[in-house]
């Protein structure tokens, strides 16, 4: 893990209290307009009855879909939302990171019929955490990613791959640490999510703002490479 990776994991823990204060209160803009709603139809359009939350922070994902009738799973590298998710319940969660996931990725289960990664796939290698969430899944399951959108970004930014230093301007109070990222453009999501050929694109989505008519998110659903 280098040095921003690490930092990029701290942040988490440091922002606990107050990402779980904008996520329960409603404080993210886009989330109320369009985001929530987008994974939510995604995930239901293929009624899953097992669900594997990625990075599932203070749980909001799996109480919903928990309240579906769904068996949920939610893991996350930071004791303290892991903590804030499990006392809030809902479904069963794991403190886990993801280069320990890589390890074991068997140790959160298996047979998974929708696997979802809501905004938390943020590090520079996401290919080895997807081979490894890969095997989890169910024989026609998916997987799912809901990121920022690249054009969002690129509007006052160079369209090019690469490390950014997230600031949470605009998501509610109390944020003690930045957050490093790794940004990608449009064609290098759509290749890491099929990179080494484990998995294969079955469609992207680009929820917008009906208000700007701006994207607001990248939803990108893959499925096991079968050929
Ligand atoms: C923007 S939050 C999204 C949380 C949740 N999916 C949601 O929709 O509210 C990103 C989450 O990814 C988790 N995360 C980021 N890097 C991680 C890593 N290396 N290992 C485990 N979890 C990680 C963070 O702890 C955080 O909960």
């Not at 903590?83 to 998974?112: C, E, I, M, W």
């Not at 979802?116 to 080895?128: G, P």
């Not at 759509?190 to 929820?207: F, I, M, R, S, T």
């Amino acid at each position: 893990m280098n040095d921003r990776e690490r930092l990029l994991e701290q942040s988490w823990m440091i922002n606990a209290e107050a990402w779980t204060k904008s996520v329960r209160e409603n404080q993210i803009e886009s989330r109320k307009i369009a985001t929530d709603q987008a994974i939510l139809d995604e995930i239901n359009r293929f009624d899953p009855k097992r669900v594997l939350d990625v990075g599932c922070g203070e749980g909001w994902l799996v109480r919903t879909l928990g309240m579906q009738g769904m068996e949920v799973v939610g893991m996350d590298g930071s004791l303290e939302l892991i903590n804030k998710a499990q006392s809030a319940g809902g479904g069963h969660f794991v403190h886990l990171n993801y280069s320990d996931l890589t390890k074991a990725p068997s140790r959160l289960g298996s047979q998974f019929d929708v696997i979802v990664c809501n905004f938390s796939l943020l590090s520079e290698d996401i290919s080895t955490i997807l081979q490894s969430l890969a095997p989890l899944l169910s024989a026609d399951g998916v997987i799912l990613i809901q990121t920022l959108h690249p054009f969002s970004v690129a509007q006052h930014d160079r369209y090019e791959d690469g490390w950014r230093e997230e600031s949470f301007t605009g998501m509610g109070e109390g944020y003690k640490s930045s957050m490093p990222w790794y940004y990608r453009t449009m064609g290098s999501w759509l290749n890491e999510v099929q990179a080494d050929g484990h998995l294969k694109l079955l469609h992207c989505q680009e929820p917008i703002n009906p208000t700007t008519g701006k994207p607001l998110s990248l939803l990108i659903t893959v499925t096991k490479n079968t050929n």
